[in-house]
């Protein structure tokens, strides 16, 4: 059996660290394999200038690195399953989930210590329409401004004086060792995570049959439960980085709950649905949530 997998991988920071980690995690499972990284750079890497859904979406972290699978350069790819969406294009497979870390939002700020602390017209960034349409809910007299950018370069924006907060993910910030740096976790029921928010997955050829066993040692059933529901209620809402929906999905024993928010970026109003159902079918409660959101009227924030 060939004893290297190749890993295609963003050059982020983080998108290194988290490739690392898998990396690490399959050579202590598969003792004498020889794991690589082949670091590649995105368009969505790359277009910093406009925000996600004007140059395309999520799915712009993920073409190179499939174009590299389909070229034969790299085996799998790593991502955070939040940028992956929600249909995989023909050809490619999620075999591997692994545990799920803080889904959190995280509240960054050097003077103010939450958001309800922040005074009137303060400057917050973050270029999420989910993350904006959340604080407009909350706070609609705050000042939100984009911010795009690797983790670094964001805290850097916020260190130069350019806003008053910005709002993270707390997976990334922990995973970057940066945990002092959040001073505030925005958290269920209040606050909702984006589907599948502090999850990483690894992404396959479909039918190569050698990388999913090998990486199938990373999967952690609980959290694809879990994300299952999410994503299939983003997949229900046909849900994109174009609109703001929020997913959050806790698994007690055989039961799973799943609470989900749909909102507009532009003035905070939006509609909530919860729903519990057997973690067996975990699909069929994220369907019957989206269900409960367009009985409210939610095609109204789906473009």
Not at 2 to 22: F, G
Not at 241 to 268: I, K, M, N, Q
Request: hydrophobic share 45%; glycine share 8%; charged share 25%.
């Amino acid at each position: 059996m060939d004893k290297t997998l190749r890993i295609a991988t963003r050059k982020s920071p983080l998108a290194l660290w988290q490739s690392e980690h898998v990396a690490a995690r399959l050579r202590a499972a598969h003792p004498g394999l020889e794991v690589e990284l082949v670091p590649m750079s995105t368009r969505g890497d790359e277009q910093l200038d406009r925000s996600l859904a004007a140059i395309g979406g999520k799915g712009l972290f993920l073409k190179e690195l499939e174009l590299a699978m389909q070229r034969g350069e790299a085996d799998c790819a790593v991502h955070s399953l939040k940028d992956v969406p929600m249909e995989l294009e023909p050809g490619f497979a999620l075999p591997a989930v692994l545990e799920r870390a803080d889904p959190a939002d995280a509240f960054v700020s050097h003077r103010y210590a939450g958001l309800d602390a922040l005074p009137q017209g303060a400057v917050v960034g973050t270029s999420s329409l989910r993350r904006q349409a959340q604080l407009r809910a909350r706070r609609p007299d705050l000042q939100l401004r984009d911010l795009r950018g690797n983790v670094n370069t964001r805290l850097a924006k916020l260190d130069a004086g350019e806003y008053d907060a910005i709002v993270l993910a707390c997976a990334g910030l922990q995973r970057l060792g940066l945990d002092e740096r959040i001073r505030a976790r925005l958290v269920a029921p209040g606050w909702l995570p984006a589907p599948a928010q502090a999850v990483v997955a690894v992404e396959t050829r479909e039918g190569d049959e050698r990388t999913a066993a090998l990486v199938s040692v990373l999967e952690d059933a609980p959290t694809r439960t879990r994300i299952e529901a999410e994503r299939a209620l983003n997949l229900a809402l046909h849900g994109s980085c174009h609109v703001p929906v929020a997913a959050f999905a806790e698994l007690d024993g055989t039961r799973l709950r799943l609470a989900a928010w749909v909102g507009s970026a532009s003035d905070g109003s939006g509609v909530r649905a919860e729903g519990e159902g057997s973690a067996d079918d975990p699909r069929a409660l994220g369907r019957a949530v989206a269900a409960d959101l367009f009985a409210q009227g939610a095609a109204r924030f789906l473009g």
